[in-house]
């Protein structure tokens, strides 16, 4: 099944990718207010929050360039050190940007 | 470890809050987009379509991977498929916010999913944790977000061709920096490492060994077991010595 890349078949697509999309935002919710949630589905998703983000952000500093690992190794020292969002974020795409001049 | 707030609410005030909150780091988002309609005219879309998608998707990393399919032809089932892969992290970022959301109207709830994306649910979990009811970062991060991500997307279809790389500048890093500056800044608790971990090995494992884009969601769930498993009902233990 494919549809032709005209402007109504592109149309067609797009809004078919919207609502996959706001199917995964609205699902999780939807499934969870119908499940009981004791303090085991609690821990679950506790620890899953985080996750989420690990997994994301595991393969680019594993995938990455140098450029990449040294930007979130100064965005984490940043963070840790003086917990300031736009610091810490600031400090990675300057690592990133000088070592790619310098390498 | 239970829940730290009592409640939910939703209210102008704090949906201001959330736009001013993120309006520095949307910022970033405006490049993301710029890149995402010069990608876009490069793959034959119109300037419209480009915007439409941007405008009704509003979720980057699929819509990179939509243009990869884009052609004379657009296949249907391998773009569902893979836009509800790379979203499906979504789910689970719903699941985890579900039990604050219940105490919204339903209305109210099911409306502010619809700007849910990674930075705006990070902060608002990083609002939860430190006893914040208000859900205005959520709504009011994803509307300064919305508006960025389509700005964006529209400088990028209008002036294309004027970044060529990105990566010069250190522009790629932001997504990644953005979202460890959101873990770590969330709750410390050197227990949760262990889910982290688990995580972690387990996105890499399956980079190496399932389809792409499943990462996400199999280091999600790894970690959510891992912390079900490292602490089996550690209150009840507790309960009863």
């Given at each position: 099944?494919?549809?032709?890349?005209?402007?109504?078949?592109?149309?067609?697509?797009?809004?078919?990718?919207?609502?996959?999309?706001?199917?995964?935002?609205?699902?999780?919710?939807?499934v969870?207010?119908?499940?009981?949630?004791?303090?085991?589905?609690?821990?679950?998703?506790?620890?899953?929050?985080?996750?989420?983000?690990?997994?994301?952000?595991?393969?680019?500093?594993?995938?990455?360039?140098?450029?990449?690992?040294?930007?979130?190794?100064?965005?984490?020292?940043?963070?840790?050190?003086?917990?300031?969002?736009?610091?810490?974020?600031?400090?990675?795409?300057?690592?990133?940007?000088?070592?790619?001049?310098v390498? | 470890?239970?829940?730290?707030?009592?409640?939910?609410?939703?209210?102008?005030?704090?949906?201001?809050?959330?736009?001013?909150?993120?309006?520095?780091?949307?910022?970033?988002?405006?490049?993301?987009?710029?890149?995402f309609?010069?990608?876009?005219?490069?793959?034959?879309?119109?300037g419209?379509?480009?915007?439409?998608?941007?405008?009704l998707?509003?979720?980057?990393?699929?819509?990179?991977?939509?243009?990869?399919?884009?052609?004379?032809?657009?296949?249907?089932?391998?773009?569902?498929?893979?836009?509800?892969?790379?979203?499906?992290?979504?789910?689970?970022?719903?699941?985890?916010?579900?039990?604050?959301?219940?105490?919204?109207?339903?209305?109210?709830?099911?409306?502010?999913?619809?700007?849910?994306?990674?930075?705006?649910w990070?902060?608002?979990?990083?609002?939860?944790?430190?006893?914040?009811?208000?859900?205005?970062?959520l709504?009011?991060?994803?509307i300064?977000?919305?508006?960025?991500?389509?700005?964006?997307?529209?400088?990028?279809?209008?002036?294309?061709?004027?970044?060529?790389?990105?990566?010069?500048?250190?522009?790629?890093v932001?997504?990644?920096?953005?979202?460890?500056?959101?873990?770590?800044?969330?709750?410390?608790?050197?227990?949760?490492?262990?889910?982290?971990?688990?995580?972690?090995?387990?996105?890499?494992?399956?980079?190496?060994?399932?389809?792409?884009?499943?990462?996400?969601?199999v280091?999600?769930?790894?970690?959510?077991?891992?912390?079900?498993?490292?602490?089996?009902d550690?209150?009840?233990?507790?309960?009863?010595?």
């Amino acid at each position: 099944m494919s549809l032709p890349s005209t402007l109504a078949g592109s149309a067609v697509a797009i809004l078919l990718m919207a609502l996959v999309t706001y199917l995964t935002r609205a699902g999780g919710v939807f499934v969870m207010s119908r499940l009981p949630i004791g303090p085991r589905v609690e821990r679950f998703i506790n620890a899953m929050a985080g996750s989420v983000l690990v997994a994301v952000i595991t393969p680019m500093a594993i995938q990455g360039d140098w450029g990449a690992r040294l930007a979130l190794l100064a965005t984490l020292t940043v963070m840790l050190a003086s917990h300031k969002t736009l610091a810490a974020i600031s400090a990675g795409i300057a690592t990133a940007a000088l070592w790619r001049l310098v390498a | 470890m239970s829940q730290t707030s009592p409640g939910a609410r939703l209210d102008l005030a704090g949906v201001l809050t959330g736009v001013r909150r993120m309006a520095p780091l949307s910022l970033f988002v405006v490049v993301f987009g710029l890149a995402f309609g010069v990608a876009a005219l490069s793959r034959g879309l119109s300037g419209l379509e480009a915007m439409m998608m941007s405008a009704l998707v509003f979720a980057g990393a699929s819509q990179f991977a939509a243009l990869e399919l884009w052609g004379p032809e657009i296949p249907l089932l391998p773009l569902i498929a893979t836009t509800f892969a790379i979203n499906a992290r979504h789910l689970l970022m719903g699941a985890a916010i579900q039990p604050w959301l219940a105490h919204l109207p339903p209305k109210q709830r099911y409306a502010s999913l619809v700007v849910m994306s990674d930075s705006n649910w990070a902060m608002a979990v990083a609002d939860h944790q430190r006893g914040e009811t208000n859900v205005g970062m959520l709504v009011g991060g994803g509307i300064a977000l919305w508006l960025t991500w389509l700005a964006g997307t529209l400088l990028g279809v209008l002036f294309g061709s004027g970044i060529a790389e990105p990566e010069r500048f250190g522009l790629d890093v932001i997504m990644g920096c953005f979202l460890l500056a959101m873990l770590v800044g969330g709750r410390r608790d050197l227990s949760m490492l262990v889910p982290w971990g688990a995580a972690a090995l387990a996105a890499l494992a399956a980079m190496a060994w399932l389809p792409p884009h499943s990462h996400v969601i199999v280091g999600a769930l790894a970690g959510g077991l891992a912390g079900l498993l490292v602490w089996p009902d550690r209150k009840k233990r507790e309960a009863v010595a």
